[in-house]
């Protein structure tokens, strides 16, 4: 018996040589997080005695509130708040949207874009033009568009295996539609909702308005209701085709807000920093479970996984939970602007916010093709047991992009398989139920184990 040990230890020392104590510290992460793990609870509490949090709002705060509390209470080195100034955007009254086939209606789902302004208190009623890009948009001009509600339908092109980049080719007709229809006097804007799932969810998000630009209502149409009025625009022997909607949001003044931030202060190099984070306001359809409340969870979650494992790292490490994502990205560029005002060296960022589904692995942004190799050659076997092994060149998260102004600082986006997350992103379906305990614990064991690796090694 002795002899087996002994060559399952050599064999184990051969496979994996300088690496070998590694090998055993993540497996103790990850059992630690499966076994232990209070991700799921925490999270339960964020979304069922909390609930929606849109920046601004008193939800908002009690997260603030209670997310400081609870890194108070797991007794990390230090807790603090970063004070922020943050938009207050208002729904409202719940929307009402009709299509108007000559003395028919028929009542559609819509939801008012974050930030658009309201209709008149009676509504909006125009005719409707349906458009599939903004360059169609540009080509028909004033003379077509003018007193027009534009209905921009350009659904997601299901080709793209990661669905992110779908989100990213539909997405320019919500962010920036509405001020570009306004360009050519559109009176109001309707926007296929920002999803391949077909149902009648219509998934809201931030539309901007350039400083000056003029305003003009914009709302989400559910994808089932985009299809129907899209088919009654195509009968052309019906009459012109109009479309009513009612909202009554608002953009109130800013108003005062936080970033929370727990920190393991490193026993080595304490000025030196490694930021794990996600953002904890979320839209107000739901209770922003898989955007971000899972993500500021996972984040707070490598904390405590060090913490109990009585892990010392060597440079400091830090939970971050970013305030105002959604609708203004103030909460990260506050962060960035405090750690270089503070002399702060951060080494690395890395970012969850798309969603608490199976770990897939990591993307580096920016990241030169030797140096990624680099991280894959002496990484990737590590994190293979865990399925989490897949670290590609890519994008990090809007939180941490204002951190790149840092010379050397590496920005990572956590990356969660993306099949079902637009389904929910946004939605009125964004809530506990559809998040899975053990999907998101091995996504804060896969981050735990990638803050080790960079605490020990750096990326070289």
Not at 36 to 53: A, F, H, T, V
Not at 266 to 291: M, Q, R
Not at 318 to 338: C, P, S, T, W
Request: hydrophobic share 40%.
């Amino acid at each position: 018996m002795k002899a087996v040990k002994l060559l399952v230890l050599s064999l184990f020392l051969s496979v994996f040589g300088a690496h070998a104590q590694d090998v055993l510290v993540l497996r103790k992460i990850y059992d630690e997080a499966l076994v232990n793990g209070e991700s799921y609870q925490n999270l339960r509490y964020l979304c069922k005695e909390i609930g929606p949090r849109l920046s601004g709002s008193a939800h908002a705060q009690k997260a603030v509130d209670w997310t400081k509390s609870l890194m108070d209470k797991y007794g990390f080195d230090k807790v603090f708040l970063q004070e922020c100034m943050v938009p207050h955007w208002v729904r409202g009254e719940k929307e009402i949207g009709k299509i108007i086939d000559g003395k028919k209606e028929i009542n559609v789902p819509i939801c008012a874009l974050g930030m658009s302004p309201a209709t008149p208190r009676e509504g909006l009623r125009a005719p409707v033009i349906e458009l599939k890009s903004l360059d169609e948009l540009a080509k028909l001009g004033e003379s077509v568009i003018k007193g027009k509600i534009v209905f921009f339908n350009r659904p997601f092109d299901p080709r793209y295996i990661e669905t992110g980049r779908a989100y990213g080719a539909a997405g320019d007709q919500r962010f920036r539609g509405p001020a570009e229809a306004a360009k050519y006097g559109a009176v109001g804007v309707i926007v296929r909702s920002l999803t391949e799932s077909l149902d009648d969810y219509p998934h809201t998000g931030t539309t901007v308005f350039p400083e000056g630009a003029k305003k003009i209502p914009a709302a989400a149409i559910s994808t089932k209701a985009a299809n129907q009025l899209s088919a009654l625009l195509k009968l052309k022997k019906l009459p012109v085709i109009q479309f009513y909607f009612k909202q009554s949001c608002q953009l109130l003044p800013d108003a005062k807000s936080y970033n929370v931030i727990g920190e393991i202060t490193g026993t080595e190099k304490p000025n030196e920093f490694i930021t794990v984070g996600g953002h904890l306001d979320s839209w107000d359809l739901a209770e922003g479970a898989h955007d971000d409340g899972t993500g500021v969870m996972q984040a707070m979650e490598v904390l405590r996984i060090y913490k109990s494992l009585g892990m010392k790292p060597k440079h400091s490490i830090r939970a971050v939970m970013f305030m105002n994502e959604e609708n203004g990205g103030r909460g990260g560029d506050k962060y960035a602007e405090l750690a270089k005002q503070n002399g702060e060296i951060h080494l690395a960022a890395i970012e969850s916010d798309g969603g608490g589904f199976t770990p897939r692995g990591f993307t580096f942004q920016d990241l030169s093709s030797e140096r990624l190799k680099s991280i894959n050659e002496n990484w990737s076997n590590l994190l293979r047991p865990y399925l989490a092994d897949h670290l590609d060149a890519g994008g990090s998260g809007s939180d941490i992009e204002p951190l790149s102004v840092f010379e050397n600082t590496i920005l990572i986006g956590y990356r969660a398989d993306s099949q079902r997350y637009f389904d929910i992103h946004h939605s009125a379906k964004d809530v506990f139920e559809n998040v899975n305990k053990r999907e998101l614990e091995l996504g804060a064991a896969a981050m735990t184990s990638l803050v080790y690796l960079i605490d020990q090694y750096g990326i070289k």
